[in-house]
């Protein structure tokens, strides 16, 4: 073979290669999951009976990029969420509704909170330990 061909195929080649770095299919953003009904251990005193998780209500902070908004989930729905590529911290917290006289009270039932770094194109799937307010409180 003659050696302006085989330096041509290697050109080729190697822009082939390098080519998918400089793409714009790279994205900005980055995938974050969260499933709340799916804690498959007791932490501090969290999750409580199984009938009991499906009535409790999310809600999800998240902080990072310059940026913070918050999704609500009731139950054992996923919280999923695109975001800006970096660190974040997420915080979630569960509220339950206690029947006071006929009015329904949302009282806090648990917290946890954690931290995750997206990467752009990237889904995270994060799982949030969660502590019973009360153990929480006792800890601080």
């Known amino acids: 073979m003659k050696p302006q061909k085989t330096f041509f195929i290697i050109l080729i080649v190697l822009l082939l290669l390098f080519s998918g770095c400089f793409s714009s299919w790279q994205e900005e953003t980055g995938t974050i999951i969260l ?57 979630v917290k569960a509220f339950t509704s206690i029947d006071n006289q006929g009015t329904l009270e949302k009282t806090m039932y648990a917290i946890g909170n954690e931290n995750v770094r997206v990467r752009p194109g990237q889904s995270n799937s994060v799982k949030v330990e969660m502590s019973n307010i009360e153990i929480y409180n006792e800890e601080e």
């Open 35 to 91: 499933n709340l009904g799916n804690n498959s251990r007791f932490v501090s005193g969290f999750p409580p009976e199984a009938e009991d998780l499906d009535k409790l209500e999310y809600e999800v902070t998240f902080t990072g990029a310059n940026d913070e908004f918050t999704l609500n989930s009731v139950g054992s729905q996923p919280v999923k969420t695109t975001v800006a590529s970096g660190e974040w911290k997420i915080t």
